[in-house]
Every structure is written in structure tokens, then in C-alpha cells.
T-cell receptor, first 112, second 115 residues
Framework: DAMVIQNPRYQVTQFGKPVTLSCSQT?????MYWYQQKSSQAPKLLFH???????NEADTPDNFQSRRPNTSFCFLDIRSPGLGDAAMYLC???????????FGPGTRLLVL | GQQVMQIPQYQHVQEGEDFTTYCNSS?????IQWYKQRPGGHPVFLIQ?????EVKKQKRLTFQFGEAKKNSSLHITATQTTDVGTYFC???????????????FGAGTRLTVKP
């Protein structure tokens, strides 16, 4: 089945220790997104790729970076995680910018 | 900034009662998406509405897109305990810049159902 896969599902890291979250998709969608979701809040867009074009949201901290080496994979790098970065990180894809994003199962990040 | 407002924030119903959540935008939307997120889960796509005045049904769920494409609603008839979760709308703003992502999520409506 075509889908959005995220690994790992749970990630524990230490304060200030870099961490990378990964996402892959078999939908062959052009757009890939990274969202941050904290408890009882709506998903907050961090950035998105339209094909290879990277688009950063204005309020996304510099601490967050992303890579998309090919159509299928996208990575979220958190260079120096702080306690406030503990959240669910959701990867999503859409066919194009007007298409509905389809979400992966998410990676829950805990920062100790 | 441009936002999509969603109400109510919480709704508690008795099983069998109906439920409605509403989303409103200050500007015209290109389309609107609806998602359901179960506790501990991820947002699951339910439907996309594109046309002015569009109405779509999925079993007990009815989705509407307003004539002016500024508001939308999700109505659940005869709720069941399996309907528990948070329902989000996400509207795509109509903007000229093509590189920005202009999808705005509502804050969500958390539905609880008493058996």
C-alpha cells in the first residue's frame, strides 16, 4: 500500500544532542512537509519541499533544518534540541501544493 | 495574520446525539480539508472540498463548503464512541505567491462521546 512512513516512532534524546528524524513515502508526491504538534494543539508547519525547492516558514527556529535527497525521503534535523522541542513531529506529503496533505504516523520526541 | 477559526474547542455528547464543528476564514479559500485525529494518533485525512456550496457525505459524516468559500462544517449524525477524537479543518488560502504554503489549520474540535 502507498503510504508515508516515519522512523523512529519514538525518539529520546538529551538536551543539546543532535537528532535526525526520517520520513519516506511511496506515493510519489511532489510536496513533503514537516509539522510540529504539541499536546492539544493543531499541527504547526515547520517547512516544506516542493520537489527540490525548500520553503521555510518565517517562524521556524534556525535549530531546525531539513534535507530531501530524493523524491521519496525527507529528513528533519534538530541541531541542539531544547526541552521545548519535545513534541510529535509529523511528516506529510501531497501531490501538489493544492492537494490535501497525507500524514505519516509521526515521531514522538522526548528531550531529557 | 490570516487564520482559520474553528469552533467549538470542545464538545461532549451523549452517544446517539449529533455533532457539528465549524470553520471560518476571513479570506476566500481555494479548498478545505478535514482530518480526524484519535488520541495518541496522527491526523487522518477525511475529505477535501473544492467547489463553492459543495456538500459531501461519508456514511454518518456530512461536509459542507460555504457559497463564499469562507466557511465549512462537519456534521456527524448519531455519534458513536468510535467518533471520539479531534477534528481539524485545514483551509488553503488563495494567494498569488506560489512558493508559500498557505494552508491554515483550525485549532481543532475535541469530541468526547459518553456511552
Amino acid at each position: 500500500d502507498a503510504m508515508v512512513i516515519q522512523n523512529p516512532r519514538y525518539q529520546v534524546t538529551q538536551f543539546g544532542k543532535p537528532v535526525t528524524l526520517s520520513c519516506s513515502q511511496t506515493l510519489n508526491h511532489n510536496v513533503m512537509y514537516w509539522y510540529q504538534q504539541k499536546s492539544s494543539q493543531a499541527p504547526k508547519l515547520l517547512f516544506h519541499y516542493y520537489d527540490k525547492d525548500f520553503n521555510n516558514e518565517a517562524d521556524t527556529p534556525d535549530n531546525f533544518q531539513s534535507r530531501r535527497p530524493n523524491t521519496s525521503f525527507c529528513f528533519l534535523d534538530i541541531r541542539s534540541p531544547g526541552l521545548g522541542d519535545a513534541a510529535m513531529y509529523l511528516c506529510a506529503t501531497s501531490r501538489d501544493r493544492r492537494g490535501a496533505p497525507y500524514f505519516g504516523p509521526g515521531t514522538r520526541l522526548l528531550v531529557l | 495574520g490570516q487564520q482559520v477559526m474553528q469552533i467549538p474547542q470542545y464538545q461532549h455528547v451523549q452517544e446517539g446525539e449529533d455533532f457539528t464543528t465549524y470553520c471560518n476564514s476571513s479570506t476566500t479559500l481555494s479548498n478545505i480539508q478535514w482530518y480526524k485525529q484519535r488520541p495518541g494518533g496522527h491526523p487522518v485525512f477525511l475529505i477535501q472540498l473544492v467547489k463553492s456550496g459543495e456538500v459531501k457525505k461519508q456514511k454518518r459524516l456530512t461536509f459542507q463548503f460555504g457559497e463564499a468559500k469562507k466557511n465549512s462544517s462537519l456534521h456527524i449524525t448519531a455519534t458513536q464512541t468510535t467518533d471520539v477524537g479531534t477534528y481539524f479543518c485545514a483551509g488553503l488560502l488563495t494567494r498569488p505567491q506560489v512558493n508559500n504554503n498557505d494552508m491554515r489549520f483550525g485549532a481543532g474540535t475535541r469530541l468526547t462521546v459518553k456511552p
